[in-house]
């Protein structure tokens, strides 16, 4: 948000006028998709993070994935760059074990797409991937278990559902 302040003198307190956006997300709002990831962000950043929390890595990540979440017309994928990335913040990297938690999921046929994954992949790369709806549904399922579960949270995040159905397609 950009303002205008003003002291006037013999006075101690600001004037703010001219309330304005920085960066507006024009598509976020109106997109369900998008909507529902957003959502989706909101919970799983309310799960994992503490009142009063500062990281200005995450402020920078953060700030720059849901300027990347409006302007993207792919966002199948989104969620799981997301999250292996906001793990990658939190300190610990999903792609050095996050393979041997779930194993029997990355021996399965359907991914011989994990070397995208294994080199902190950027969502350009991974936007490409097309996955099986299967697939993608249990990916995201166990990339949040292993968050939560890295940071001793035993609840489950409730839009997961709701984000699956929307982007099965």
């Not at 205008?4 to 703010?16: C, R």
């Not at 309310?46 to 953060?62: A, G, I, S």
């Not at 097309?130 to 549904?137: G, I, K, S």
């Amino acid at each position: 948000i950009s303002f205008t302040t003003s002291l006037q003198a013999g006075k101690s307190v600001f004037s703010l006028s001219s309330p304005a956006l920085i960066n507006p997300h024009h598509h976020i709002p109106v997109d369900p998709g998008k909507s529902s990831i957003a959502i989706f962000i909101a919970e799983v950043l309310h799960r994992t993070l503490e009142e009063d929390y500062v990281n200005d890595e995450l402020y920078d990540f953060l700030s720059q994935a849901l300027s990347l979440l409006d302007a993207e017309e792919r966002v199948r994928n989104f969620p799981v760059w997301f999250l292996m990335s906001l793990s990658r913040i939190y300190g610990f990297d999903p792609s050095s074990d996050f393979p041997h938690a779930v194993s029997s999921l990355f021996q399965s046929e359907q991914c011989p797409e994990w070397i995208v994954l294994s080199s902190a992949a950027g969502y350009m790369e991974l936007r490409e991937v097309n996955w099986p709806v299967a697939f993608r549904r249990a990916l995201l399922t166990e990339l949040s278990r292993y968050l939560l579960g890295h940071l001793g949270i035993q609840r489950e995040i409730k839009s997961l559902p709701v984000l699956m159905e929307l982007l099965s397609g």
